[in-house]
């Protein structure tokens, strides 16, 4: 594959946004390749195989989801293996979170469009006729084009975990800022239980990672993420909308069949504390019983050395479906595979 065509698949999804492909921007966007094609291939060459460092494991049999690498102790590689996420206290520097917190802000207003940015509104919201300004954004998501934002996903700290379980080649695959407001008494402001993996067209789940990091103090009453610790033990389950009476936002898939009666955690997290979960823990979060805006900031990473999947045939063809007839309704375009909609960022 050829650098041009490269980028062009890179830049599919911003094509529609902005009108234009390319510029410097997207330039330094690159789509996460199968470990056989294209110039990223060359930058994996470079570095040792996941593969390989599995093996160089002091505990190959006893660890499954954690690397070695004298980062993590073995208490917290245990509580990893055994419950699917860990909580790193206080990671995220308190004036990083501000220029986040800012930079969003700006967005909000319109100062700044990124390349690539979708900003999503609470369902409430969007099928309104009320369109006020950060108050009406439920969540931002792919701002992998935003130096500010991204600098988030290229903060030592957070890499130096990410590392433990994606092994030194690493992409950023999915960013978000979510700011789940007050919930309107339709409930809407939750989110189901679900499974990252669902809206991922790469593997292996092992080398994906997804980091959350809370803005301000998150507990039961803002909505924090609610876990179901050791599912990610399991298999990717269907997903589909939950049948709430309230309604649900766009692409807010939930479990189907998931066991009401599974214990579950709820992670209450101060500003800058960091969770750091496996991309087949389900998970949600709560309702925002609050009047403030409730924060949080993530970023899914995977290895360099995952390879694309066509979800043709799979439970996921339903969330590339719904994205391709969203995009066909909105601007008319024809099916793009959900393998060529996600595209990373490589860490350089
Ligand atoms: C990643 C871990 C899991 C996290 C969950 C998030 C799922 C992540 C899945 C992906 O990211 S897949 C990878 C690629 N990502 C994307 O393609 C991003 C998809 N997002 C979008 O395309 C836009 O952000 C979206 C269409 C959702 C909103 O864009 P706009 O604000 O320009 O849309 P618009 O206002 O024109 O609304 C389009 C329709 O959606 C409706 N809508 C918008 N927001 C809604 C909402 N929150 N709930 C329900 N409906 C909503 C809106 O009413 C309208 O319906 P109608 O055509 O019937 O009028
Ligand atoms: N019927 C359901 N289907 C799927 N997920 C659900 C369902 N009911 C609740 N959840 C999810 O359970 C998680 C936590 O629920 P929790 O009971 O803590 O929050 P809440 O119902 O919003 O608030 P609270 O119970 O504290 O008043 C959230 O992720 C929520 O979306
Ligand atoms: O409410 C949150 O902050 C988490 C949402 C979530 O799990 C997701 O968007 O995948
Ligand atoms: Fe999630
Ligand atoms: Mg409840």
């Known amino acids: 594959m050829t650098k041009a065509s490269d980028e062009m698949a890179a830049t599919a999804l911003y094509v529609r946004e902005s009108g234009r492909p390319g510029g410097p921007a997207t330039a330094r966007l ?29 505990h190959p049999q006893q660890f499954q989801y954690t690397l070695d690498n004298n980062v993590l102790t ?65 969540k931002i998501q792919d701002f992998q084009s935003d130096e500010e934002l991204f600098s988030y996903c290229t903060n030592p700290q957070i890499i130096k975990y990410v590392e433990c379980f994606t092994g030194p080649n690493i992409m950023a695959m999915h960013t978000m800022l979510i700011n789940k407001p007050p919930d309107s008494g339709k409930k809407t402001s939750r989110h189901p239980f679900h499974q990252d993996l669902h809206y991922f067209p790469f593997r292996p789940s092992n080398s994906i990672v997804c980091a959350w990091t809370a803005m301000e103090h998150i507990d039961r009453n803002n909505g924090c993420l609610v876990v179901i610790p050791g599912t990610h033990k399991g298999t990717l389950k269907p997903h589909d909308y939950p049948k709430w009476e309230g309604g649900v936002n766009i692409m807010f898939h939930g479990i189907q069949d998931y066991d009401a009666n599974q214990p579950r955690t709820h992670l209450v997290m101060e500003k800058g504390d960091t969770v750091f979960f496996h991309p087949l823990l389900i998970h949600g979060s709560g309702r925002n019983k609050t009047q403030g805006f409730r924060k949080a900031i993530s970023c899914h990473f995977a290895s360099s050395n995952c390879y694309y999947t066509d979800v043709k045939g799979t439970s996921q063809e339903i969330i590339e479906k719904e994205l391709q007839n969203l995009l066909e309704k909105k601007y008319g375009i024809s099916k793009i595979p959900l393998k060529k909609r996600i595209v990373g960022r490589e860490l350089l």
């Open 74 to 138: 073995l208490e917290q590689r245990q509580f990893y293996e055994d419950n699917g996420f860990l909580v790193i206290k206080n990671l995220v520097p308190e004036a990083d979170i501000q220029r986040y917190r800012n930079q969003f802000e700006r967005i909000c207003r319109k100062e700044v469009a990124p390349i690539g940015l979708q900003i999503m509104k609470d369902v409430t919201i969007a099928k309104s006729e009320f369109h006020a300004d950060e108050k009406a954004v439920t």
């Open 30 to 58: 690159k789509i996460l390749l199968g470990h056989l094609q294209g110039p990223a291939a060359t930058a994996i060459a470079a570095y040792p195989t996941s593969a390989a460092n599995i093996s160089s494991s002091y």
